[in-house]
């Protein structure tokens, strides 16, 4: 009992002690022993390490749940060490309630065949969007939540540990500092002066010992940046592959939809950017530095429609005479492959002249660039005046 008295009142006095000193220290009445430059730098990328990582972290956590109240309910499961339960994404639900229409509506009828195969397409994006999901949680934020939960705290403790035996040495120097002036007045305090020293001595060596072991922590800040970049790297390549196995279904949606007679589809074969440019398979193995996945612009079109006008794959370019007046000059505002020998292809930024023909597709419209003629996308051209 009385030993642990004793030490309560031991830490007590240390306490106040290092509260004495700090308190001085803001103050400008007592010195203070500062850190060198490269461990001062290296505290400061730790910091700087700490508060991007956390930041990265809470914002990925909203890209790939952006439900608030279901964030939650995943950091409890976590915290409880318990299996997350599996939770139906947003496309899976749309899937599920397309399909019920179209079995409400008639599965047969045009409507309720086009919901099915809408429906079938969105619970396969639902389906590699928990691919992705699953593989961005163990992959980028799990290390990203071990740095932070694990190396961070280990860092922060010794930081503190440190910052005590800094104030614990500066107390003894202004204990030793006050001995010396009194022994200069009198004699009497030549042991209190060899008592000071003596703590001096220990106080620098514990300093000395854990500013090592702080240095060794800090220095380990390089090794998480390595695992943290081949994790992003990891992220990077998942996405990619979301993007392309999305961009991949779309594209057979549109086929699909293409074969249904008399439903409203986009022309995704003559709209949508060529494969050459970004192909699927481009992006998914060149996930760091291979090209974005292009937006696929849909210019809607009737299939099978009654009394619809002539089609524009019968019209020849090489009978194609320009009109006396009615020519435009267009910028192209995006790469464009021809699919046959009817159309022209565009490179993005060049300037062609354009021209509309009685019965032609109001979304094309016929391009010249020099002697070549064919036609072109509207959506893929700026028309100047």
Known sequence: MDFNMKKLASDAGVFFTRAVQFTEEKFGQ???????????????????????????????????????????????????????????????LLAQYMIEAANDFGPNSPYGKTLIKVGETERRLGGVERDFIHSASINFL??????????????????????????????CKARLKKAK??????????????KAEHELRMAQTEFDRQAEVTRLLLEGISSTHVNHLRCLHEFAEAQATYYAQCYQYMLDLQKQLGRLPGTFVGNSESTSPPPATASP?????????GPAVPIIPVVPTVIGAPNSAPAVEALNPSDVKPPASGTRKARVLYDYEASDSTELSLLSDEMITVYSLPGMDPDWLIGERGNQKGKVPVTYLELLS
């Open 30 to 92: 007592a010195e203070k022993t500062e850190l060198d430059a490269h461990f001062e730098n290296l505290m400061a990328r730790a910091d700087c390490t700490k508060n991007w990582t956390e930041k990265i972290l809470r914002q990925t956590e909203v890209l790939l749940q952006p439900n608030p109240s279901a964030r939650v309910e995943e950091f409890l499961y976590e915290k409880l060490d318990r299996k997350v339960p599996s939770r139906v994404t947003n496309g899976e």
């Open 142 to 171: 799990s290390p990203l939540r071990n740095f932070l939960e694990g190396d961070w705290r280990t860092i922060s403790k010794e930081r503190r540990i440190l910052q005590n035996r800094r104030l614990d040495l500066d107390a």
């Open 181 to 194: 002036a009194a022994e200069a007045k009198a004699a009497l305090w030549s042991d209190e002066v060899e």
């Open 281 to 289: 398979t481009t992006i998914a193995t060149g996930a760091a530095t």
